[in-house]
């Protein structure tokens, strides 16, 4: 038990055997001793132990001692004493009524700050729906919102458990790659979620409803825009846990964030967890397993994402979920790659796929490599219209690499020429690259005359009749080449 002298606040944490409805027990029996709980997190582990944690007050610090003695003494009745409401049997209607005052409660600063009055809720039009709740276009004083609405007769206890838990990660999270959460309707049977609208709708939508598909500069921005949402979420200690096309919104600017924390979880402080959702498709090994598991698990269904994008296909498409589920699972199945993929794209989905996952990369690592190959790209740091418009109006350019060879700059000069009289033919271009071409194949010449000047060498220098030697003296090579084996600047006419 902590306090904190700038607030007046407890923070309590209770380790016990797991029981059901342990957390709405242990917050009634603080309420009965004149605590005021303002936040509740609550963990179960997978050998049938609970740990919950309350942030309280409502008992002055000088009296916290005595706090302490009166929490020894109550506790052990949660585990003892059973509960009287539940030993009374309960009529229909008091069942109908008891099933929407079991939500996991809310903390009282949830409801102060983040409540919403369902009638400031404008409902517009029903962007989709789901078994336990629909999606709708909205407004809320003014402003454009999604609205997720919870079906009342579906409200049981595990459906209200996660709307619980989705509001108290979403209250927590500000990142312009999630999803920006506005409110809720905490009061049953109107229980509600309130986001920003994202216009885009959703990547799996674009990639699989509408036939849409994305180029690469488009798939490396996307990626990078997913990593750090979900880079920042796990250093939130924040575990999606569901993450696939479905989850991730665009806006009408293109940028794309993650969503859908109705699964989520905090992740302990052990870093494992048991496994007890998510989407096959998507999903890593561990959790179909159901077995512990890290926020390892979302960089394994980022991979599968990604590969989504490339692709514009839905994962395992000739199989059912479950049949991928076991493919994946006993057989490493994985998608099949394209063959013109780029290597460090290759390399970064076999990374995110690796069956342990310790060994898939960090969101951080994977933001860097994205970086990298989308600052590759021509006009890398602009949109695709921002780009057209500095060509047209103000002559714009890819930069041309520093040690670019000479004749490879007034090439790229001549094809970028404003007038198009001025750009060379194909057959003209063709001739330079040959030319080019044939002197290329004497890098491996400079390479060998530069060892031979290595004391530990078997070439003799001296021996001019070597073909190497005799070659070099027949050609005169200008410029600054990459050397094809090291990917290093050779100066040759140093050599």
């Not at 709708?201 to 488009?218: A, E, I, K």
């Not at 394994?300 to 692709?311: A, D, H, K, P």
């Not at 001025?422 to 690259?433: D, G, Q, V």
């Not at 400079?446 to 003296?473: G, M, V, Y």
């Amino acid at each position: 038990m902590s306090a904190n002298p700038s607030r007046p606040l407890h923070e309590i944490t209770i380790s016990t055997s797991d029981k059901p409805k342990l957390l709405c027990k242990l917050t009634s029996l603080l309420s009965e001793i004149g605590l005021n709980i303002q936040e509740a997190h609550a963990f179960s582990t997978s050998d049938g132990y609970s740990l919950d944690v309350f942030v309280v007050n409502g008992w002055p610090y000088e009296e916290t001692e005595k706090l302490r003695n009166v929490l020894a003494m109550e506790i052990p009745r949660v585990e003892e004493i059973p509960w009287s409401q539940d030993s009374q049997p309960l009529s229909s209607k008091e069942l109908e009524k008891k099933k929407f005052q079991e939500i996991v409660p809310l903390s009282v600063s949830v409801a102060d700050v983040w409540e919403i009055d369902v009638k400031l809720l404008k409902f517009e039009y029903r962007i989709c729906g789901g078994s336990y709740g629909d999606l709708y276009k909205g407004t809320f004083c003014t402003q454009d919102v999604a609205i997720k609405a919870l079906k009342d007769e579906y409200l049981n206890e595990n459906v209200q458990r996660e709307f619980a838990q989705e509001v108290y990660i979403m209250r927590k999270v500000r990142h312009k790659n999630v999803v920006q959460f506005i409110g809720a309707c905490t009061r049953p049977p109107n229980l509600c979620i309130v986001t920003e609208f994202m216009a885009g709708g959703s990547v799996y939508d674009f990639l699989h409803n509408q036939r849409g598909h994305f180029d690469v500069p488009t798939i490396l921005k996307i990626g990078i825009h997913v990593s750090k949402g979900m880079n920042y979420l796990h250093e939130n200690n924040i575990i999606h846990r569901d993450l696939k096309s479905a989850n991730l919104l665009m806006d009408e600017n293109g940028i794309v964030k993650v969503s859908d924390f109705g699964v989520a979880r905090v992740q302990n402080k052990s870093g494992v967890m048991t496994a007890e959702t998510g989407t096959y498709r998507w999903m890593a090994p561990e959790v179909i397993e159901h077995r512990p598991y890290n926020h390892k698990a979302d960089v394994f269904s980022f991979g599968i994402v990604l590969w989504e994008l490339l692709t514009w296909k839905l994962p395992y498409a000739n199989l059912t979920p479950l049949q991928a589920a076991i493919g994946v699972v006993q057989k490493g199945l994985r998608p099949p790659i394209p063959k013109h993929t780029h290597p460090d794209i290759v390399r970064l989905l076999e990374q995110c796929w690796q069956q342990d996952p310790s060994l898939r990369p960090e969101f951080s690592e994977i933001i860097k490599i994205l970086l990298n190959l989308s600052n590759m790209l021509p006009y890398a740091n602009l949109t695709p219209l921002q780009a057209a418009i500095g060509v047209v109006q103000k002559g714009l350019r890819p930069p041309i690499p520093k040690h670019t060879h000479p004749d490879i700059v007034r090439l790229l000069e001549q094809c970028w020429q404003q007038d198009p009289s001025l750009r060379p033919e194909f057959s003209e271009i063709i001739k330079i690259l040959l030319n080019l071409s044939n002197m290329v194949n004497i890098i491996s010449i400079q390479i060998f005359l530069c060892i031979s000047r290595n004391p530990h060498s078997t070439l003799n220098k001296n021996d001019t009749s070597h073909p190497a030697i005799e070659k070099r003296s027949k050609v005169r090579v200008r410029g600054v080449y990459i050397d094809p084996f090291s990917n290093e600047l050779v100066d040759l006419d140093g050599v």
